[in-house]
C-alpha cells in the first residue's frame, strides 16, 4: 500500500467524467475549457489534419496530398505526434517518465488513467493489459522454478540417464559405409539436458499452465471490465464505419460517379466498383499469401533436412560419430537459422502487407 500511495502522489487523482462523442453541431452541449480535449485527442486531431491537408496545386491524386508526400519528397525526414512539453520539466510528459517509463520504476503501480489521457484509450488498454499479464506471470514463474529445482536434485536418481553414462555399450554405425560403431556414453550430456526439460514435473506444470491460461482469461475479463466502465468505454467497438475514409482511398477512387450516403458520418462517399477495380487486388493479394505461406512451409522442412544431412555428416568423418555435443551444436544452429528465417520473413511480410492493403483499395 505505500507503493501505490507514492505512486498516486506523484498522479493527481482524477475525477470519473461521463460525457457523450463531441459533435460541433452540438457545442453548445459541453463545456469547452483548455483541457476539454486531452493530449492524445489533440494528436489525433493534428494527424487527421497532416494526412488530408493538400501540398500540391496539380490535380487531386494520392500523390499530392497528405505529409507523405512531403516526406517522400525529403521536406521532412519524419513526421509524428509531437510530445506535452520538454522531458525533463513540469509537465505530464516529464512526470510519466520520471514516474513510470523509466525502468527503476518497473516495481511500481501503473497510473493507467494518465496513460489513458496522455496516449489515448487503446494504449491504455494495451498497458493495462501488459501490466495484468505481468503480474499474473509471476505465480507462472514461481511453479516453472519449483519444477526446474526438482529436476536438478533428482537428476542422479533418473535411471535411464544414469545406464547411459555409467554404462560402455557399443552402438550400431550411423550409415552402412564409413561409419564406425559409437559408444552410447557419449550422449551422456544429451542424456542429461534432456531430463532437465522433459520429467514428471514438466507434466505437472503442463497441467498447472493450462489452468493457469484459463484463469488468466476470466480474471483479464473481470480487470478490462472495470476499466471500461471506469473509462466510459462500454459499449464502444472499434469499427471501420466510424472512421473517415483514408484520403488515398478517396484520391483513387476521385473519377468514380457512383456514390452512396454513410450513415454512421453523413457523408457521401464514393463506392469502389468490384470488378473493376478491387477483383485484381484481391486476387494477387491470396496468390501472395499462399506463396507466402509455401515459402514459410519450405524453410521448416529445410531445417529439418539441415538437421539430419549436417548430424550425418558429423558421424561419418568424425572419429567420435555421435556425442552430447553434436547432438546440440547441430541442434542450436538449426535453432539459429530458424531464427534468421523468422526475422527476415518478419521484414518481407510486413512490407508486403502495406502493399498488399493498399492495393485491396481498403476504406481505413
Not at 494495451?126 to 519444477?147: D, E, H, N, P, R
Not at 557399443?170 to 550409415?175: E, G, H, K, R
Not at 533436412?305 to 547432438?327: C, E, K, Q
Request: hydrophobic share 45%.
Amino acid at each position: 500500500m505505500p507503493m501505490k500511495k507514492k505512486v498516486e502522489e506523484a498522479f493527481l487523482k482524477k475525477s470519473r467524467k461521463i460525457f457523450p462523442i463531441y459533435s460541433r453541431n452540438r457545442e453548445y452541449l459541453f463545456e469547452i475549457n483548455e483541457e476539454f480535449f486531452t493530449m492524445a485527442i489533440r494528436s489525433i486531431i493534428i494527424d487527421f489534419i497532416l494526412r488530408r491537408k493538400k501540398f500540391s496545386d496539380t490535380e487531386f491524386d494520392s500523390h499530392s496530398i497528405g505529409i507523405e508526400k512531403l516526406l517522400h519528397e525529403g521536406v521532412y525526414e519524419a513526421a509524428y505526434p509531437i510530445h506535452d512539453g520538454e522531458l525533463f520539466g513540469n509537465n505530464r510528459r516529464a512526470i510519466l517518465f520520471k514516474q513510470w517509463a523509466c525502468v527503476k520504476n518497473f516495481y511500481k503501480y501503473q497510473p493507467l488513467d494518465h496513460i489513458k489521457d496522455y496516449f489515448g484509450p487503446k494504449m491504455g488498454l494495451y498497458f493495462a493489459w501488459l501490466g495484468f499479464y505481468t503480474y499474473m506471470l509471476i505465480s507462472a514463474s514461481f511453479v516453472g522454478l519449483l519444477c526446474f529445482l526438482y529436476a536438478i536434485s533428482t537428476i542422479n536418481l533418473h535411471e535411464p540417464s544414469n545406464d547411459v553414462c555409467n554404462q560402455s555399450l557399443n552402438m550400431c554405425p550411423l550409415c552402412d559405409v564409413g561409419c564406425s560403431y559409437w559408444d552410447l556414453k557419449e550422449t551422456c550430456f544429451h542424456a542429461k539436458f534432456t531430463y532437465l526439460v522433459d520429467n514428471p514435473a514438466t507434466v505437472f506444470f503442463a497441467c498447472f499452465m493450462s489452468f493457469w491460461a484459463a484463469l488468466f482469461l476470466e480474471m483479464w475479463k473481470r480487470y478490462s471490465a472495470e476499466i471500461t466502465h471506469r473509462w466510459n468505454l462500454t459499449g464502444f467497438e472499434i469499427r471501420g464505419e466510424y472512421e473517415y475514409p483514408r484520403p488515398q482511398y478517396l484520391a483513387r477512387l476521385s473519377k468514380v460517379k457512383k456514390k452512396t450516403i454513410n450513415i454512421i458520418t453523413g457523408q457521401y462517399e464514393p463506392k469502389p466498383p468490384f470488378w473493376r477495380m478491387k477483383f485484381t487486388g484481391v486476387i494477387i493479394s491470396i496468390s501472395t499469401v499462399l506463396l507466402l505461406g509455401s515459402l514459410t512451409i519450405v524453410a521448416v522442412v529445410g531445417v529439418i533436412l539441415y538437421r539430419m544431412s549436417v548430424l550425418a555428416a558429423l558421424s561419418f568423418h568424425g572419429n567420435d560419430p555421435v556425442t552430447s555435443y553434436s547432438i546440440i551444436f547441430v541442434s542450436v544452429t538449426a535453432a539459429l537459422i530458424n531464427l534468421v528465417c523468422i526475422i527476415i520473413f518478419n521484414q518481407v511480410y510486413v512490407r508486403a502487407a502495406e502493399y498488399l492493403t493498399e492495393l485491396e483499395l481498403q476504406r481505413t
